[in-house]
Every structure is written in structure tokens, then in C-alpha cells.
């Protein structure tokens, strides 16, 4: 996780309770959540029940924005490309 502002990141991992309540609460309290590729991501963490539906609403996913900025039939949009570009 990252944070707006701050030049601060952390990993948790969600298999420490400690861990996975920190993960929870940052969902929580987030005003939004970008992702890249958020269909990979979300389900897994709201089925692992780190992200509650309310939270799956705050997010907003740069491989829409990605695929607007660069469309083309062979892709190209994952985030190593766009980090690249």
C-alpha cells in the first residue's frame, strides 16, 4: 500500500491477523483505492475478507485510463508497459 502525500509504503501480510486488521482498517478509511488491473485484484481481497463491499466501491482502476491513453488490439496496457511508457 501506498499512500497520497507521503512518500511512505508498506506490505502486509494478511496471514498475521495483525497484519491482514491493518490491511482491513486502511481499506476502511481510504477515500479511494486505485489499482491497476483491479479484476485481479479486488475479488481475491474481498474473498479473503479484507475488502467489504463498501470498500469495492472507492475503487478506481488506471488500466481503464490506460487503455484510453494507448488503445490498440494487442494490448500493451499491463502495468511494467506503462510504467515503461
Known amino acids: 500500500m501506498a499512500f497520497a502525500h507521503t512518500d511512505h509504503a508498506v506490505i502486509l501480510d494478511p496471514r498475521d491477523p495483525a497484519q491482514a486488521h491493518l490491511a482491513k482498517m486502511a481499506f476502511k478509511n481510504a477515500k479511494s483505492l486505485t489499482f491497476h488491473s483491479s479484476t485481479f485484484d479486488v475479488p481475491a ?5 479484507l475488502m467489504s463491499m463498501d470498500d469495492v466501491s472507492k475503487v ?3 488500466l481503464i485510463w490506460a487503455r484510453l491513453a494507448g488503445p ?3 494490448g500493451g496496457n499491463g502495468l511494467e508497459a506503462c510504467a515503461v511508457r
Do not use: I, Q
Open 45 to 49: 481481497l474481498h474473498a479473503a475478507g
Open 60 to 62: 478506481w482502476d488506471t
Open 72 to 74: 490498440g488490439e494487442h
